[in-house]
């Protein structure tokens, strides 16, 4: 059996050269992840110093450029710039001839599908689609993160394989996501990721509000155990005074919550709706005790942020 060790994958020659249009979070990891799998970084654009920092953190020594040189330079363009940025960006490159025939151009948008990037189809533009299902820091454990990492991939069908084997490259997952659910997708993601940072957040505050010195180490067990409940059973998962119908306890929770964070009633009245709809709905709620928990929610909702002082 040969013991010769494996080539290191920065050793084998490059199959593609790398450009990366916004060094904001997401860009200079995904940049570096390709280049672990053979590819070339070749130009970066970015204008603030956060982005430069970046950029020199994740990609050394690679060139900052303007957008239309990273094109010039590059076989396979990344875009990652904000949403409501990217069809101006992408109108823009190809009206002014930055974009080449057969040149992969790839946005990592969750909002937007493949059609986007229309216009740089029409200038000969190969298109795809690669959202990235994780949380970015803009520091290097974000390539480790990518590891077994969900792609939200859209691509026309001529490219789906390339779309699937550069995730798979990075070492993801691809998830085919059809056009027009690519709004529905993002706008899961954002529910479960961006407003549990929300929640998480404002629990660790009314914690230490009620004196708690670790709310962290309090929670985090707490969360883990939660969360993976959650995915492994749904809503057969949820426990607590909402699912239990314990009116009292939930008109406890508001008027404590007035008096001390009225910033968080809306969402939790919100969230104890939710909670109850689908706790009545699969057998976990029972109708009996549903009647005065709803409108234990009600009153609350009706009542003024200031309590009800006149």
């Known amino acids: 059996m040969s013991t010769s060790q494996q080539p290191d994958p920065r050793d084998r020659p490059a199959r593609l050269t790398v450009g990366v249009v916004g060094a904001g979070r997401v860009g200079p990891a995904l940049a570096a992840s390709l280049q672990l799998a053979g590819h070339r970084p070749v130009a970066v654009s970015a204008v603030s110093d956060a982005s430069r920092r970046r950029a020199a953190l994740l990609l050394p020594d690679v060139p900052v450029v303007a957008p239309a040189e990273v094109l010039e330079r590059a076989d396979l363009v990344l875009l990652t710039v904000p949403d409501d940025t990217l069809p101006a960006l992408v109108t823009g490159l190809a009206e002014t001839g930055a974009v080449r025939?057969?040149?992969?151009?790839?946005?990592?948008?969750?909002?937007?599908?493949?059609?986007?990037?229309?216009?740089?189809?029409?200038?000969?533009?190969?298109?795809?689609?690669?959202?990235?299902?994780?949380?970015?820091?803009?520091?290097?454990?974000?390539?480790?993160?990518?590891?077994?990492?969900?792609?939200?991939?859209?691509?026309?069908?001529?490219?789906?394989?390339?779309?699937?084997?550069?995730?798979?490259?990075?070492?993801?997952?691809?998830?085919?996501?059809?056009?027009?659910?690519?709004?529905?997708?993002?706008?899961?993601?954002?529910?479960?990721?961006?407003?549990?940072?929300?929640?998480?957040?404002?629990?660790?505050?009314?914690?230490?509000?009620?004196?708690?010195?670790?709310?962290?180490?309090?929670?985090?067990?707490l969360l883990g155990a939660a969360l993976d409940n959650a995915l492994r059973s749904g809503d057969a998962a949820l426990t607590g005074p909402v699912a239990r119908g314990d009116a009292g306890t939930v008109a406890a929770h508001i008027a404590e919550l007035r008096a001390h964070a009225p910033q968080t009633v809306a969402g939790y009245l919100a969230m104890a709706r939710a909670t109850a709809d689908r706790a009545l709905a699969h057998g976990l709620l029972k109708p009996e005790l549903a009647e005065d928990l709803l409108g234990v929610l009600a009153d609350g909702a009706a009542l003024p942020e200031n309590g009800g002082d006149q």
């Open 101 to 221: 025939p057969g040149q992969l151009l790839v946005h990592t948008s969750g909002r937007y599908g493949a059609k986007v990037l229309d216009p740089a189809l029409r200038a000969g533009a190969l298109p795809l689609a690669l959202h990235p299902a994780m949380t970015f820091t803009g520091t290097p454990v974000d390539v480790q993160r990518l590891a077994g990492c969900s792609f939200g991939v859209t691509a026309p069908d001529e490219l789906r394989l390339a779309a699937e084997a550069l995730v798979i490259e990075m070492g993801g997952e691809p998830e085919w996501i059809a056009e027009e659910n690519r709004p529905l997708y993002h706008a899961a993601l954002a529910l479960g990721a961006n407003h549990l940072v929300t929640l998480v957040a404002q629990s660790l505050e009314l914690l230490r509000t009620a004196g708690v010195a670790a709310p962290d180490r309090m929670l985090g067990p």
